[in-house]
Protein backbone atom coordinates (compact mmCIF):
# COMPACT_ATOMS: atom_id res chain seq x y z
CA UNK A 1 0.00 0.00 0.00
CA UNK A 2 1.22 3.07 -1.12
CA UNK A 3 2.26 5.69 2.22
CA UNK A 4 -0.03 9.15 1.60
CA UNK A 5 2.25 11.98 1.18
CA UNK A 6 1.81 15.49 0.92
CA UNK A 7 2.41 17.68 -2.68
CA UNK A 8 6.00 18.88 -2.65
CA UNK A 9 5.76 22.48 -3.20
CA UNK A 10 8.94 24.14 -5.37
CA UNK A 11 9.80 27.45 -5.18
CA UNK A 12 12.94 28.06 -7.36
CA UNK A 13 15.65 26.81 -6.01
CA UNK A 14 14.03 25.02 -3.47
CA UNK A 15 11.53 22.16 -2.95
CA UNK A 16 9.42 21.16 0.41
CA UNK A 17 8.50 18.01 0.35
CA UNK A 18 6.35 16.70 4.16
CA UNK A 19 7.58 19.21 5.95
CA UNK A 20 11.11 19.05 4.73
CA UNK A 21 12.57 21.94 2.61
CA UNK A 22 15.54 20.80 0.72
CA UNK A 23 17.41 24.01 -1.11
CA UNK A 24 19.08 21.59 -3.89
CA UNK A 25 19.37 24.54 -6.44
CA UNK A 26 21.20 26.86 -3.64
CA UNK A 27 23.98 23.88 -2.19
CA UNK A 28 24.94 22.65 -5.45
CA UNK A 29 26.11 24.53 -8.93
CA UNK A 30 23.32 21.89 -11.17
CA UNK A 31 25.84 20.46 -13.12
CA UNK A 32 25.95 16.57 -13.89
CA UNK A 33 28.79 15.10 -12.01
CA UNK A 34 25.87 17.18 -8.87
CA UNK A 35 23.57 14.58 -9.62
CA UNK A 36 24.70 11.59 -6.96
CA UNK A 37 25.41 13.92 -4.13
CA UNK A 38 22.30 15.31 -4.73
CA UNK A 39 20.41 11.96 -4.37
CA UNK A 40 22.22 11.49 -1.41
CA UNK A 41 21.46 15.32 0.37
CA UNK A 42 17.33 14.24 -1.14
CA UNK A 43 17.66 11.40 0.48
CA UNK A 44 19.22 12.41 4.03
CA UNK A 45 16.58 15.02 4.72
CA UNK A 46 13.62 13.19 3.42
CA UNK A 47 14.53 9.76 4.39
CA UNK A 48 14.06 8.80 0.49
CA UNK A 49 13.85 9.78 -2.92
CA UNK A 50 10.05 9.97 -4.42
CA UNK A 51 9.29 11.28 -8.20
CA UNK A 52 8.95 14.61 -7.20
CA UNK A 53 12.73 14.76 -6.14
CA UNK A 54 13.55 12.97 -9.29
CA UNK A 55 11.96 15.39 -11.41
CA UNK A 56 13.08 18.35 -9.17
CA UNK A 57 17.03 16.93 -9.55
CA UNK A 58 16.56 16.14 -13.14
CA UNK A 59 15.61 19.99 -13.85
CA UNK A 60 18.46 21.26 -11.61
CA UNK A 61 21.17 19.02 -13.51
CA UNK A 62 20.15 18.91 -16.97
CA UNK A 63 20.26 15.59 -16.87
CA UNK A 64 17.31 13.41 -18.39
CA UNK A 65 14.72 12.11 -15.47
CA UNK A 66 15.19 8.79 -17.28
CA UNK A 67 19.12 8.66 -16.04
CA UNK A 68 18.36 9.91 -12.94
CA UNK A 69 15.55 6.99 -12.23
CA UNK A 70 18.42 4.59 -14.04
CA UNK A 71 20.91 6.16 -11.06
CA UNK A 72 18.53 5.81 -8.21
CA UNK A 73 17.01 2.66 -9.09
CA UNK A 74 20.66 1.22 -9.92
CA UNK A 75 22.66 1.80 -6.07
CA UNK A 76 21.35 -0.05 -3.36
CA UNK A 77 22.25 2.70 -0.86
CA UNK A 78 18.79 4.80 -2.47
CA UNK A 79 15.51 4.41 -1.91
CA UNK A 80 12.33 5.32 -4.08
CA UNK A 81 9.89 4.42 -1.36
CA UNK A 82 9.82 5.71 2.06
CA UNK A 83 10.45 3.08 5.28
CA UNK A 84 8.90 2.70 8.48
CA UNK A 85 9.71 3.51 11.79
CA UNK A 86 10.11 -0.15 12.41
CA UNK A 87 11.20 -2.88 10.35
CA UNK A 88 9.67 -6.60 9.86
CA UNK A 89 11.58 -9.20 8.11
CA UNK A 90 10.41 -12.29 7.41
CA UNK A 91 12.93 -15.07 6.83
CA UNK A 92 12.27 -17.40 3.27
CA UNK A 93 15.24 -19.62 3.86
CA UNK A 94 14.73 -23.94 3.60
CA UNK A 95 14.64 -24.30 7.26
CA UNK A 96 12.07 -21.19 8.23
CA UNK A 97 10.30 -22.52 4.84
CA UNK A 98 9.70 -25.65 5.61
CA UNK A 99 8.75 -24.92 9.41
CA UNK A 100 5.95 -22.03 7.48
CA UNK A 101 7.04 -19.01 7.20
CA UNK A 102 5.34 -18.78 4.35
CA UNK A 103 1.67 -18.60 6.24
CA UNK A 104 3.27 -16.59 8.58
CA UNK A 105 4.75 -13.64 5.89
CA UNK A 106 1.05 -14.55 4.17
CA UNK A 107 -0.28 -13.29 7.96
CA UNK A 108 1.60 -10.53 8.66
CA UNK A 109 0.90 -9.13 5.24
CA UNK A 110 -3.10 -9.20 5.25
CA UNK A 111 -2.62 -7.92 9.42
CA UNK A 112 -0.52 -5.00 8.32
CA UNK A 113 -2.19 -4.43 4.32
CA UNK A 114 1.05 -4.72 2.74
CA UNK A 115 3.47 -6.64 0.19
CA UNK A 116 7.04 -7.48 0.57
CA UNK A 117 8.63 -4.47 0.33
CA UNK A 118 5.94 -2.01 1.13
CA UNK A 119 5.72 0.28 4.32
CA UNK A 120 2.06 0.89 6.12
CA UNK A 121 0.30 3.85 5.58
CA UNK A 122 0.98 5.24 8.48
CA UNK A 123 4.68 4.54 7.78
CA UNK A 124 5.07 2.48 11.24
CA UNK A 125 6.39 -0.65 9.59
CA UNK A 126 8.21 -2.00 6.68
CA UNK A 127 8.17 -5.54 5.64
CA UNK A 128 10.76 -7.11 3.90
CA UNK A 129 12.08 -10.72 3.04
CA UNK A 130 15.29 -12.40 3.21
CA UNK A 131 16.75 -15.42 2.23
CA UNK A 132 18.77 -16.78 5.53
CA UNK A 133 19.40 -15.02 9.03
CA UNK A 134 21.57 -17.98 10.08
CA UNK A 135 19.68 -18.56 13.15
CA UNK A 136 18.24 -21.32 10.57
CA UNK A 137 17.77 -23.27 14.12
CA UNK A 138 15.32 -20.99 15.31
CA UNK A 139 13.54 -21.46 12.52
CA UNK A 140 10.33 -19.94 11.26
CA UNK A 141 12.15 -16.59 12.22
CA UNK A 142 10.99 -12.90 11.93
CA UNK A 143 13.65 -9.84 12.73
CA UNK A 144 11.59 -6.97 14.18
CA UNK A 145 13.93 -4.16 14.07
CA UNK A 146 16.99 -5.69 15.82
CA UNK A 147 15.35 -8.37 17.65
CA UNK A 148 15.47 -11.98 16.35
CA UNK A 149 12.56 -13.64 16.80
CA UNK A 150 12.58 -17.35 16.77
CA UNK A 151 9.93 -20.29 16.61
CA UNK A 152 7.40 -17.46 15.52
CA UNK A 153 3.81 -18.62 14.44
CA UNK A 154 1.22 -16.20 13.20
CA UNK A 155 -0.52 -15.32 16.48
CA UNK A 156 3.10 -13.92 18.43
CA UNK A 157 4.25 -12.37 15.42
CA UNK A 158 0.85 -10.32 15.30
CA UNK A 159 0.96 -10.06 19.36
CA UNK A 160 4.23 -8.54 18.27
CA UNK A 161 3.17 -5.87 16.07
CA UNK A 162 0.03 -4.96 17.83
CA UNK A 163 2.19 -3.76 21.19
CA UNK A 164 4.70 -1.69 18.90
CA UNK A 165 1.39 -0.27 17.28
CA UNK A 166 -0.30 0.30 21.04
CA UNK A 167 2.87 1.72 21.74
CA UNK A 168 2.75 4.19 19.06
CA UNK A 169 0.07 5.63 19.69
CA UNK A 170 0.66 6.20 23.18
CA UNK A 171 3.78 8.13 21.86
CA UNK A 172 1.81 11.11 21.00
CA UNK A 173 -0.20 11.46 24.59
CA UNK A 174 3.45 11.21 26.59
CA UNK A 175 4.79 13.76 24.03
CA UNK A 176 2.03 16.53 24.46
CA UNK A 177 2.16 15.66 28.26
CA UNK A 178 5.22 16.53 28.86
CA UNK A 179 4.82 20.01 26.97
S1 LIG B 1 16.60 -20.33 6.87
FE1 LIG B 1 15.69 -18.88 8.20
S2 LIG B 1 17.32 -18.31 9.50
FE2 LIG B 1 18.23 -19.64 8.06
Not at 20 to 39: C, N, R, T
Not at 44 to 70: D, F, H
Not at 129 to 150: E, H, I, N, R, W
Request: charged share 25%.
Amino acid sequence: MEPSRRPAVSNGNSLEFEGQKLALGEEFVGEPHDLIPMLQKAQKTVGYLPEEILREIARLTGVSLAKVYGVATFYSQFRLQPIGQHSVRVCRGTACHVRGSNRILKDIQSHLHVTDGETTEDRLFTLETVACFGSCALAPVVVVDDSVCGRMNTMKIRTMLDDVRAQADEAPEEESDAQ
